[in-house]
């Protein structure tokens, strides 16, 4: 009994394990057919399902299979003309004949193509939802940090302990407001007025990241106030006794005591931000085009799986996929920089 | 011109705590307006193709309650490990591990779902959604036990080996009785967490106009209805997506503050 209790309490341990590995894989695998045909390029690439000359296209994305699989021996050039032939004659047995990367490229062309001329494809590329997704994450810190600064200092040092206690939960309370409604105020109350002080489109990336550091904000604040709480008394006492002001004392006592903490928590924040999808849905208007000014609309990697993901299929699927193991990577990254650089610093 | 700096300095951090406890007052005042305004209660007894919100409600609580019988014994037997049984390094990854995993993008674990469950078994199901918001749940409570565990002191520990008790007796019977309260707000707060979750649900269960309760079909979903409802243009289709809303956000707020009291009454 003892020693089964044991096996399953470490067993349960183990899924942890298990799941985020399991979702490392799951999403290279399943984004593996657009980072075969577009590589790395999928990152610097804006055209999102856009049809361009085959020809071209073909060349590179040869290059880059080439460039990732140094087992692919055929000739570039000759495989660019060989993949006309093909087109050209629609020959099934040649197709047969060609590798998986060939063989991928046709299967899509079959799909994408069928009944439009065979001199275009459909490429996928992924600047513009990581671009949006960073534009509006630095916008919601920038929104949101002297603020959530402001709350934990009036948390942690300013407000007497009742009035401390009460708007704590008040701002905890914020936090856990679901994303959906911050997502459906922003777009017909917040953005509206946004919209009328700077001028532009109410859905744009600014309103967006505007809600999105609104959202943050509650976090931010309750981690910062916990790390704020950790400077000892003494500190703060014998600062207090030489004179000091409050400002002088959070500014030189605490703020140094805790800027480890802080910083953390801003991380953190960061971390929660990237990866919003449902208030930056309403807000951001889901176009795939890169923004031209703060108050023009854009899309997030987020969004684009949430706007996306039903209607894709084939190569457009992986590349949503492929989007989201950017994502995973990027927030992994960010969080475990967060947690155990800066937090476990902290303790 | 110390104090002035520092009149003004506590002004601004007033003022910005202000700011937070407005964007909540003008939040809740937003959804209570909107939300009464459109509230009716034959909304619990309609679906959603009659106009109504019943299934979607059930639905939602069959979801998160689902995710709540497969995360809760996990998370907790997990955190059980971590700090009872688990000395050494691979107790500690975990813990790191599960830490990340509490912040991993919602809609990066419903894409993962999508592909293990949905796309094999060849459709949105119930099932795909009630694992999507259990794989959200488990990290958080295993954090809660986790925790929870660490501050029982180690002489309760002690006092019941010396009785003879074995370990896990000593575990089931004293150290979780002795945490339970602390392990109850946390579940609590995280059931609230899930229950409003709309991105990883998208996907997996996505959701149904009607009311069911096979979990093998696309299951209701009070918020993926939502944002469906909130970007259709007729205004019927948005003032139904804000009753629900005020509902969702009510219900959210209930259990979160359930919560709070608990620990609180316990103190």
Do not use: C
């Not at chain 1, 600047?127 to 919601?140: D, E, K, N, R």
């Not at chain 1, 407000?159 to 105020?185: H, R």
């Not at chain 1, 207090?240 to 030189?252: H, R, S």
């Not at chain 2, 979750?197 to 979990?215: D, G």
């Amino acid at each position: 009994m003892e020693k089964l209790f044991q096996k399953i309490s470490l067993a349960s341990a183990s899924i942890v394990f298990v799941i985020l590995v399991g979702i490392f894989l799951t999403l290279l695998s399943s984004s593996k057919a657009a980072i075969e045909e577009f590589g790395l390029g999928f990152l610097t690439n804006a055209a999102w399902n856009q049809e361009v000359p085959l020809n071209p296209v073909n060349e590179t994305v040869h290059a880059n299979a080439a460039k990732i699989f140094e087992d692919v021996e055929l000739n570039t050039q000759d495989d660019a003309t060989d993949d006309e032939a093909i087109v050209d004659e629609d020959d099934e047995d040649m197709i047969a004949d060609e590798d998986d990367e060939d063989d991928m490229i046709l299967a899509d062309e079959d799909e994408d193509e069928e009944g439009s001329s065979a001199a275009t494809k459909t490429v996928y590329g992924g600047l513009v939802p990581i671009v949006g997704t960073i534009l509006t994450t630095i916008i919601a810190l920038t929104f949101a940090l002297p603020i959530a600064m402001g709350i934990a200092v009036f948390l942690a040092e300013i407000a007497p302990k009742n009035i401390s206690y009460v708007v704590g939960i008040a701002i905890e309370l914020l936090a856990a407001i679901p994303s959906i409604i911050f997502g459906m105020w922003g777009l017909y109350y917040f953005a509206p007025i946004v919209a009328d002080l700077v001028g532009g489109y109410q859905v744009s990336l600014l309103t967006a990241g505007l809600v999105l550091g609104v959202m943050i904000l509650p976090f931010m604040a309750a981690i910062t106030r916990d790390s704020m709480n950790t400077t000892p008394n003494v500190l703060k006492e014998s600062a207090y006794a030489l004179g000091a002001t409050k400002f002088e004392v959070i500014k030189d006592i605490i703020f140094p005591y805790s800027k480890v903490g802080i910083i953390g928590s801003i991380i953190l924040a960061l971390g929660r931000a990237l990866g919003e999808t449902m208030a930056v849905a309403f807000l951001i208007g889901s176009i795939f085009v890169l923004p031209d000014a703060i108050n023009s609309p854009t899309i997030s990697i987020p969004v684009a799986m949430a706007n996306n993901f039903g209607e894709a299929s084939g190569l457009g699927e992986s590349a949503l996929f492929y989007l989201a193991l950017i994502l995973f990577i990027i927030s992994f990254g960010v969080i475990s920089l967060a947690k155990f650089y800066f937090l476990k610093k902290a303790k | 011109m110390r104090l002035i700096v520092n009149k003004i300095f506590l002004a601004l951090s007033i003022l910005s705590a202000l700011v937070g406890l407005a964007f909540l007052g003008w939040i809740l005042i937003t959804l209570f307006m909107k939300g009464l305004n459109s509230f009716h209660f034959s909304l619990f007894l309609n679906d959603l193709i009659d106009g109504g919100l019943r299934n979607l409600i059930v639905g939602q609580f069959i979801l998160a309650g689902l995710a709540a019988a497969i995360g809760i014994p996990l998370g907790m037997a997990a955190g059980i490990y971590i700090q009872e049984y688990g000395r050494g390094r691979y107790a500690n990854i975990i813990r790191d591990l599960s830490d990340i995993m509490m912040s991993a993008p919602s809609i990066v674990i419903g894409a993962f779902v999508y592909a293990i469950i949905v796309v094999p078994t060849g459709g949105t199901s119930g099932w795909a959604g009630a694992i999507a918001l259990a794989i959200m749940m488990i990290p958080v409570v295993i954090n809660t036990t986790d925790n929870m565990l660490s501050l029982v002191p180690r002489e309760l520990r002690e006092a019941g080996i010396a009785l003879g008790a074995s370990k896990y007796k000593v575990i089931l019977d004293i150290v979780i009785k002795a945490a339970k309260v602390g392990i109850m707000t946390g579940v609590l707060l995280a059931f609230a967490r899930i229950i409003g979750e709309t991105a990883p649900l998208l996907f997996t269960s996505e959701t149904s106009n009607y009311f069911t309760l096979n979990l093998s079909e696309s299951f209701p979903s009070l918020t993926v209805s939502i944002y469906d409802l909130a970007n259709e243009p007729e205004k019927a289709s948005r003032d139904l997506a804000w009753a629900a809303s005020f509902i969702l956000t009510v219900l959210v707020l209930v259990i979160n503050l359930t919560g709070r009291f608990i620990t609180r009454n316990k103190k």
